[in-house]
């Protein structure tokens, strides 16, 4: 049964509050209304769309916890955060990041949407990628939305940090990664006497 316009945009609020990092088509599916409506309801409402409500989450609770890099340089936009242990990003394909020819997402962009997450996780402002384990499970495609996770996995015997990152679209692996991070110098010491 279809709700009113005050009922439905009530629901879509409070939707929004519980799930705030859902996209205007989950939203039309789930009220069955066009996105435009969707669009409209929002503005209405003054919520904004999808990327600026990342953003604005992102901003707030990480921009100063992130050490090793910029957040504007992290590929990917961060929705989940705990230094040294887990982290999670999105990634929209768009039109930008794939061949033109058939649609399909260039590999060097799932790349770098785990690597600079890898790099994120860690709670230290020197951490560089040393070396990496990659594989690629599935294509992907224009229009899909790639969730990488990344968790905090413990030292190599060289005293590096590995950091495993898995992607997904729609709970499908299409992406696996063992990360070897080099941290700095400092805290490398301090590391290596803790193992001892």
């Not at 919520?47 to 600026?52: A, D, K, S, V, Y």
């Not at 594989?135 to 905090?152: C, D, I, S, W």
């Amino acid at each position: 049964m279809r709700k009113t316009k005050t009922e439905r945009q009530q629901l879509l609020k409070d939707t929004i509050e519980k799930t705030p990092f859902i996209t205007d088509e989950a939203l039309a599916d789930k009220f069955m209304v066009s996105i435009q409506t969707i669009r409209l309801d929002r503005l209405e409402l003054s919520i904004p769309e999808l990327r600026e409500r990342i953003k604005s989450v992102a901003t707030n609770q990480w921009n100063e916890t992130v050490k090793a890099l910029p957040l504007e340089e992290v590929f990917g936009e961060i929705i989940d955060l705990e230094l040294d242990k887990r982290a999670i990003s999105i990634l929209d394909i768009d039109a930008d990041l794939v061949f033109s020819r058939n649609k399909i997402a260039r590999g060097h962009h799932l790349f770098a949407q785990a690597n600079s997450l890898a790099v994120a996780v860690i709670n230290d402002e020197l951490a560089l990628t040393a070396n990496t384990e990659l594989k690629f499970t599935r294509q992907v495609k224009q229009g899909e939305r790639v969730v990488a996770k990344a968790t905090v996995e413990g030292k190599d015997e060289k005293g590096l940090t590995i950091v495993n990152v898995q992607s997904f679209v729609d709970n499908e692996k299409v992406f696996a990664g063992h990360f070897h991070m080099f941290q700095s110098n400092e805290k490398g010491e301090k590391n290596n006497e803790n193992s001892y």
